[in-house]
C-alpha cells in the first residue's frame, strides 16, 4: 500500500515538475501569462525556464521573418489611370510582450497589416503619375538598332518617348516611402516591418487596351516608316540602274557608230580601190548587184534607153 501511495505521489510530482518547465526554442519568443495577463518580460534566449504549473501559461510566438502577402488592388494614380497593384512585405515580431498586448496573435499582425500596408500603397499611388509608379529612372528603352533600322521607336503608352520624361521618384523610392509611413504606424504594435516590394504592377481592362492600341499604332507607324525608306530605297536603286543602263547604251551605241564608220571607209576604200582597178567590171558587178536587188520572177522594168541599167541589157540582148 505504501508503495502504491509513493508511486501516485511520484507520478503527481513528475506531472507537476513538467507543468512547472518549459524550452523556449531557438527560433521561438514566449510571453508568460498568469490569469490571462502577462507578467514578468518576454524570454527571447532559448533554454529551459520555470512557471507556475496551472496557473501560468506560455505564449510562443516565431522569431524568424515573416511574410505578408497583399491582395491585388485595383488603385488609381494621380493621372487617373487605374492599375491593379500586387505587393509582399517582410516583417517581425520585435516585442513580443507589446505584440501580445496589441494583437494577441499572428492572425491579428496579418489582418492590422492589411489595413496599413494596403491603405499606405494605396495614398502613395495616388499622389503620383502612373509612368512614376512604372519606372524607376528616366532612362531611355533600350533599342536594337538592327531590328529598327536605327529609328526612333516610342514605347510609351501615351505615345510620348521615354526621354521626354523625367522620372523624379520612380518606383523604388516608392516602395520605400510605403515601408517608411508603414513602419511608423507599427512601431507601437511590437511588430518591425522590414522589407516592402511592388511583386506585379498590372494596367486594367480599359487602360490596357488603350496601351495595346497605342502599341498597334505605334507599329504601324514604324512600319510606314520602313516601307517609305524601302520605297525611296528602291527608287534610288532602279534610277542608278536605268542610269548605268542608259550609259552602257549610250557607249555600246557610239562604239557601234565608231565601228560601223571604220566599216563604212573601209568599205568605201575598197570600193575605190576595185573601181579604180577595172572601172568597167566594177561598174559590171555593181549593176547586176542592183539587177539582183531588184528584180525578179514577177518584176516588169520599164527602162529608158539611156538608163545605165540598160545597156547591159541591150548588150546582152541578140
Known amino acids: 500500500m505504501l508503495q502504491r501511495l509513493l508511486v501516485i505521489v511520484f507520478i503527481l510530482f513528475a506531472f507537476v515538475a513538467s ?27 532559448p533554454g529551459p525556464n520555470l512557471k507556475i504549473p496551472f496557473a501560468q501559461q506560455v505564449h510562443r510566438f516565431d522569431k524568424r521573418f515573416l511574410e505578408w502577402d497583399g491582395e491585388r ?38 489582418s492590422r497589416l492589411d489595413d496599413i500596408l494596403d491603405g499606405e500603397t494605396r495614398n502613395v499611388i495616388a499622389r503620383h503619375d502612373l509612368i ?48 517608411t509611413r508603414s513602419q511608423a504606424r507599427t512601431a507601437d504594435l511590437g511588430i518591425e516591418i522590414l522589407d516592402f516590394r511592388f511583386k506585379r504592377i498590372n494596367y486594367v481592362e480599359a487602360v490596357r ?5 497605342r502599341m498597334i499604332s505605334e507599329r504601324k507607324r514604324i512600319a510606314e516608316q520602313f516601307r517609305s525608306q524601302g520605297t525611296g530605297e528602291a527608287a534610288r536603286i532602279n534610277g542608278e540602274q536605268e542610269r548605268e543602263l542608259a550609259t552602257i ?9 565608231q565601228i560601223r564608220g571604220t566599216a563604212d571607209a573601209e568599205a568605201a576604200g575598197i570600193y575605190a580601190e576595185a573601181y579604180n582597178a577595172n572601172r568597167e567590171l566594177y561598174a559590171f558587178v555593181r549593176s547586176l548587184e542592183t539587177y539582183q536587188e531588184i528584180v525578179d520572177e514577177k518584176t516588169t522594168l520599164l527602162l529608158g534607153s539611156g538608163s545605165e541599167l540598160f545597156q547591159y541589157l541591150e548588150a546582152a540582148t541578140p
Open 19 to 45: 507543468q512547472a518547465v518549459y524550452i523556449v526554442g531557438e527560433s521561438e519568443q514566449t510571453v508568460l501569462t498568469q490569469f490571462g495577463k502577462p507578467i514578468g518580460s518576454a524570454v527571447t534566449d
Open 132 to 179: 512614376e509608379v512604372v519606372r524607376s529612372s528616366s532612362r531611355e528603352f533600350a533599342v536594337d538598332n538592327e531590328d529598327t533600322g536605327g529609328l526612333d521607336v516610342d514605347d510609351m503608352s501615351d505615345g510620348s518617348k521615354g526621354s521626354d520624361f523625367v522620372v523624379l521618384i520612380g518606383r523604388q523610392k516608392l516602395a520605400v516611402e510605403v515601408l
Open 209 to 213: 487596351t488603350e496601351v495595346y492600341n
Open 73 to 110: 488592388n485595383q488603385l488609381p494614380t494621380r493621372d487617373k489611370r487605374f492599375i491593379f497593384v500586387d505587393t509582399y512585405a517582410r516583417w517581425r515580431i520585435s516585442d513580443p510582450l507589446k505584440f501580445f498586448q496589441r494583437l494577441r496573435d499572428e492572425r491579428g499582425a496579418q
Open 249 to 257: 547604251t549610250s557607249e555600246a551605241f557610239r562604239e557601234a557608230e
